[in-house]
């Protein structure tokens, strides 16, 4: 199977319209609003960058309670690495240095997510479809 090593990506921010004004102001993207999906906490806002031809990754803006955007100095954008069933490279992570901060929950149609931290005190994410 021939996939992108990330295929999601989300950017945390404080106002997400002003966010987009700034992104369209940019890049010249468009977004798409979304209702949060599956489990995700109350209060969360989502946008999608607008698919482009051949993009291959796409990732979303993020207004939620409880994540820190961006101040200039540290990185703020969450990384998602594809997988077949995130339960099982969720198994992988504690003897490997890392940890498990949120055990695979539902996006509702998109799929599954685990969230989890490397060894680095990096958050990532696991996505799968099963």
Not at 44 to 61: I, Y
Not at 106 to 113: M, N, Q, R, V
Request: proline fraction near 5%; include cysteine.
């Amino acid at each position: 199977m021939n996939q992108n090593i990330i295929c999601w990506f989300e950017i945390y921010v404080k106002d997400i319209n002003r966010a987009k004004k700034f992104y369209t102001a940019v890049l010249g993207t468009n977004f798409i609003d979304s209702p949060a999906p599956g489990d995700s906490p109350d209060g969360m806002k989502m946008s999608f960058f607008s698919p482009m031809e051949n993009q291959g990754v796409s990732g979303a803006l993020i207004e939620m309670p409880g994540t820190k955007e961006g101040d200039g100095h540290c990185v703020n954008t969450m990384v998602y690495f594809p997988c077949q069933d995130a339960t099982v490279e969720e198994a992988k992570i504690k003897a490997a240095g890392g940890i498990v901060t949120r055990s695979k929950f539902s996006i509702g149609e998109f799929g599954f997510c685990s969230i989890c931290v490397d060894t680095e005190g990096n958050p990532f994410g696991l996505f799968s479809m099963e």
